[in-house]
């Protein structure tokens, strides 16, 4: 089972910066791209970013481009997303996810593992 542990979220300003991480341990062999996605309070989850496992082939949700950036180490089984400009829409728990697929998607329907989300909230 592969377990995925998110840290780094909190409270910022508006046009603040955050990085949050993405820590993955177990059973990893097979999963190639990891997610990030986002549930605001009353609203459905949606995609963020995502990254395959070459980390050649980032996708982003509109929203974010330009803004946020996902990297990853698989030296150290993680996965980041420095998220900078943050405005206050992009308050939510981000969640860190895996799939199987080999190419990056932001449905959330194709992640079948998932972390328990950290909590981003922008307010001044």
């Known amino acids: 089972q592969l377990q995925l542990v998110e840290s780094g979220g909190g409270l910022v300003q508006p046009v603040g910066s955050l990085r949050l991480t993405c820590a993955a341990s177990g059973r990893i062999l097979g999963y190639n791209s990891i997610g990030w996605l986002r549930q605001a309070p009353g609203k459905v989850r949606e995609g963020v970013s995502c990254i395959n496992r070459s980390g050649i082939i980032p996708n982003y949700a509109d929203s974010v481009k330009d803004r946020f950036t996902i990297s990853r180490d698989n030296a150290k089984n993680t996965v980041y997303l420095q998220m900078t400009s943050l405005k206050p829409e992009d308050t939510a728990i981000y969640y860190c996810?895996?799939?199987?697929?080999?190419?990056?998607?932001?449905?959330?329907?194709?992640?079948?593992?998932w972390g328990q989300g950290t909590q981003v909230t922008v307010s001044s």
């Open positions: 996810a895996a799939t199987l697929l080999p190419l990056c998607t932001l449905r959330a329907a194709n992640f079948g593992s």
